[in-house]
């Protein structure tokens, strides 16, 4: 038997704790196991690009038609060589993609130094924005996606100043792009800031209080942010960016959320690409958190909307795709109505079935821009 590029599990119980390791196994004629280690038979290495693709496609298989990629590892061996790379793999994935170029200037409101690692994050905002200046222009060349959007994401209060936070983000309006910022996502963040004014002063209260914050405006996470300050944003028409399934995997919290407030799904995280679970998620974390099976008006058709339409006024592209309306991308996923779990379904119950019951597996297709990019 050949198991190359499998893994294999001894009765679902990890082998030290890793399955990364891509230890070959000697075995006896009789199937007893005589030898752990030595020299793996097979290159397991992997270039950067066909991490990328791989991904992209996964998320395909997912359902997923169009990704906002929070980008931050920029260098490589070059300045900014990992953002054309990973607008590459997109195109030959396949999959639409807005490429949100994150700013990373530290690694904390006291500016500790660095990791060698976040070295490949980090460059100057002059540096920063000349190279999205580029990118701006090359993005255009695109050909086989509908669309390769770009906008601004500044990591976070604590990995970049309140000076450049505003420049970038009167920059970002200037240009009408959208703009993201990793948000309260655990407590840590809020205790520095108060530490770092002197003063009562949260991230959100900063934010509210210097931008002039609107539907091009997404928070992502808000994991902590106050429930009053999340009902002053969606006033203000910002979007919120959440990772259900990412918040329960790093153990981080549960948000507040309101009603009439602008929400889409992401992940934080690669354990797992399920979009259906995601939703699901949303939903049951409220509902748990507040004893009650009607938080915010998470039903299977608000979720879906979340989904969809919800996601691509976060990414600024509600005029292109997020509903089926002349004029936008045809894209869309298709399900297996002969599954078990849908089968029977009548028109008034399948998005609850689809959004509460299925899984990947259950997808059929899924089109972008009217051609197939995935089938099983």
């Not at 959007?149 to 990591?155: A, K, S, Y």
């Given at each position: 038997?050949?198991?190359?590029?499998?893994?294999?599990?001894?009765?679902?119980v990890w082998y030290d704790g890793k399955v990364h390791e891509n230890l070959p196994i000697t075995i006896s004629c009789d199937g007893v196991i005589t030898e752990i280690g030595g020299t793996i038979p097979y290159d397991v290495t992997r270039l950067p690009d066909e991490y990328c693709i791989t991904t992209f496609r996964e998320m395909l298989a997912a359902g997923i038609t169009c990704v906002g990629e929070f980008h931050y590892v920029h260098h490589g061996s070059d300045r900014f060589d990992l953002d054309e790379m990973v607008l590459q793999a997109a195109e030959e994935a396949g999959i639409r993609i807005t490429l949100i170029q994150t700013f990373y200037e530290a690694a904390g409101f006291d500016r500790p130094a660095l990791h060698p690692v976040q070295k490949r994050f980090v460059s100057s905002y002059e540096e920063f924005v000349e190279n999205l200046k580029k990118l701006m222009k090359d993005e255009?060349?695109?050909?086989?996606?509908?669309?390769?959007?770009?906008?601004?994401?500044?990591?976070?209060v604590r990995a970049v100043s309140f000076e450049n936070i505003r420049k970038l983000y009167e920059f970002a309006m200037q240009k009408n792009l959208a703009f993201h910022i990793?948000?309260?996502?655990?407590?840590?963040?809020?205790?520095?800031?108060?530490r770092f004014f002197g003063q009562k002063t949260t991230p959100s209260d900063w934010l509210l209080q210097n931008l002039n914050i609107n539907k091009r405006f997404s928070a992502v996470h808000a994991?902590?942010?106050?429930?009053?300050?999340?009902k002053k944003m969606?006033?203000?028409?910002?979007?919120?960016?959440?990772?259900?399934?990412?918040?329960?995997?790093?153990?981080?919290?549960?948000?507040?959320?309101?009603?009439?407030?602008?929400?889409?799904?992401?992940?934080?995280?690669?354990?797992?690409?399920?979009?259906?679970?995601?939703?699901?998620?949303?939903?049951?974390?409220?509902?748990?958190?507040?004893?009650?099976?009607?938080?915010?008006?998470?039903?299977?058709?608000?979720?879906?909307?979340?989904?969809?339409?919800?996601?691509?006024?976060?990414?600024?592209?509600?005029?292109?795709?997020?509903?089926?309306?002349?004029?936008?991308?045809?894209?869309?996923?298709?399900?297996?109505?002969?599954?078990?779990?849908?089968?029977?379904?009548?028109?008034?119950?399948?998005?609850?079935?689809?959004?509460?019951?299925?899984?990947?597996?259950?997808?059929?297709?899924?089109?972008?821009?009217?051609?197939?990019?995935?089938?099983?």
């Open positions: 038997m050949s198991f190359l590029g499998k893994t294999i599990l001894p009765r679902m255009r060349k695109m050909s086989s996606i509908a669309v390769a959007g770009m906008f601004i994401l500044t990591h976070s990793h948000l309260e996502e655990q407590p840590k963040e809020i205790e520095d800031c108060i994991t902590y942010t106050s429930r009053e300050n999340v969606v006033q203000n028409g910002a979007n919120f960016v959440i990772c259900p399934c990412t918040e329960g995997y790093l153990g981080d919290g549960i948000p507040h959320l309101v009603d009439n407030q602008s929400i889409s799904f992401g992940t934080d995280c690669n354990n797992r690409i399920g979009f259906l679970e995601e939703m699901r998620w949303a939903c049951y974390s409220q509902q748990m958190r507040h004893n009650s099976r009607c938080v915010a008006g998470l039903s299977a058709n608000r979720l879906l909307h979340c989904a969809t339409a919800g996601g691509a006024r976060s990414l600024a592209l509600d005029n292109i795709v997020g509903s089926f309306e002349i004029g936008k991308q045809m894209d869309f996923v298709s399900f297996n109505l002969c599954s078990p779990l849908l089968n029977g379904l009548s028109s008034d119950t399948i998005i609850d079935g689809i959004v509460f019951s299925c899984d990947n597996r259950e997808i059929k297709r899924v089109v972008v821009s009217g051609i197939t990019r995935f089938l099983q």
